[in-house]
């Protein structure tokens, strides 16, 4: 299915696509049983040019729009979701909002590292009391003399335990937040150990605690109280382009059912030929083309460079609940194989159960969804 996409975003899916089958999906087993980080994708990654993906050519990136970067986040989550979220955090969360909201020396200090893979970023914005209501955060920006001092602690980051670098959202003032670039290496930085998770276990995830660590002014991005809009804006740019995320992993899990449905035979004929096991996969196969529009509608509106939260909620609320589905039918068809991990599904299913609770659950996208309706409905 191609969409709307130009005829050179095709061909980075069929590019993409090739070397995500010959690279990244026979690894997958071995990145989530090992729970270890794939560094050795990251690098391929970073030779393909995809980890400054949006980011200008001048500073070391590919100078691609959001809908590329979806595309891209859709192939790399068939083959791997442990690398897809890995390379969302770094590529999307991190470099992107950097390369976005930062001037010219910033980007000239930081973006040609993150590009090339030199350096690893991570978006700290969750802490252990301000997860769905983000802008209750109680990390604090104090001024220290031409700087600041942070201190705080931030919860569930991805790439933390591999990062060189943090954008950091803190509390500048009593109703004011504000967006630093925080290097691990700045004094009174520490990130906990890797947390066990049930699924996506190859991307770390970690705690991260700022004790009064300086962080000079130059290191702030846009004006001191900035926070909350570029923090909205992050917000709609992560759930329109990880809303391919879960497009990714049910596309490995279609694939996988219908060749199983193909090949395993009761009662005499292949399973595939049986009513209800067509009907799951005719609603699996439906759900997941609806989901891929959502995903690809939300992250051309985010290109327009206009807000898109009621697009990017849409395809994250759906896609959320679509790839549970998907995962769960698709253990359901494998039967009792599905549910051992020689086969792929069950990690396909573990790597789902995130979709619906990371970068905003889905009661909040309900919620949203509502508020922008109802707002919509007052003004016209």
Not at 43 to 60: D, P
Not at 191 to 198: F, Q, R, W, Y
Not at 328 to 347: K, L, M, S, T
Request: aromatic residues 8%; hydrophobic residues 45%.
């Amino acid at each position: 299915m191609n969409l709307n996409l130009t005829e050179e975003q095709r061909f980075l899916k069929k590019t993409l696509s090739d070397f995500v089958d010959r690279e990244l999906a026979p690894r997958a087993a071995v990145v989530d049983r090992e729970e270890s980080f794939p560094r050795e994708g990251f690098r391929q990654l970073a030779g393909l040019g995809l980890l400054g993906l949006t980011v200008s050519k001048e500073h070391g990136g590919a100078e691609a729009d959001l809908l590329s970067a979806a595309v891209v986040m859709e192939e790399i989550a068939r083959g791997c979701a442990s690398t897809a979220l890995s390379w969302g955090a770094h590529a999307i969360l991190c470099t992107h909002n950097l390369y976005v909201f930062s001037n010219e020396s910033q980007r000239k200090r930081y973006l040609p590292s993150l590009c090339s893979g030199g350096k690893i970023g991570a978006f700290a914005l969750t802490e252990p009391n301000a997860g769905s209501d983000a802008t209750s955060l109680s990390t604090r920006a104090a001024r220290a003399g031409k700087g600041y001092r942070l201190s705080g602690t931030k919860m569930f980051i991805t790439n933390a335990p591999v990062a060189d670098l943090f954008l950091v959202f803190a509390r500048s003032g009593p109703e004011s937040l504000s967006l630093f670039i925080v290097e691990k290496d700045f004094p009174g930085v520490s990130v906990g150990k890797p947390l066990e998770k049930l699924g996506m276990r190859g991307s770390p995830t970690a705690e991260v605690v700022l004790q009064e660590v300086p962080v000079p002014e130059e290191n702030r991005l846009g004006e001191e109280g900035e926070g909350v809009e570029m923090m909205l804006r992050a917000l709609d740019v992560e759930r329109a382009v990880f809303s391919a995320l879960p497009v990714g992993i049910a596309q490995a899990a279609l694939d996988a059912a219908v060749s199983y449905a193909r090949q395993r035979r009761q009662f005499g004929k292949p399973i595939g030929e049986f009513q209800l096991v067509q009907e799951m996969l005719a609603r699996m196969a439906t759900e997941l083309a609806a989901a891929r529009l959502l995903a690809y509608q939300a992250a051309a509106a985010a290109d327009g460079g206009a807000r898109a939260t009621c697009e990017a909620s849409y395809a994250k609320l759906f896609g959320a609940e679509m790839v549970n589905r998907v995962t769960q039918d698709a253990v359901q068809i494998f039967g009792g194989y599905g549910y051992i991990r020689e086969f792929p599904v069950e990690r396909y299913l573990r790597d789902a159960r995130l979709i619906s609770l990371g970068g905003g659950t889905s009661e909040i996208q309900k919620l949203i969804i509502a508020r922008e309706i109802l707002k919509s409905s007052e003004e016209s």
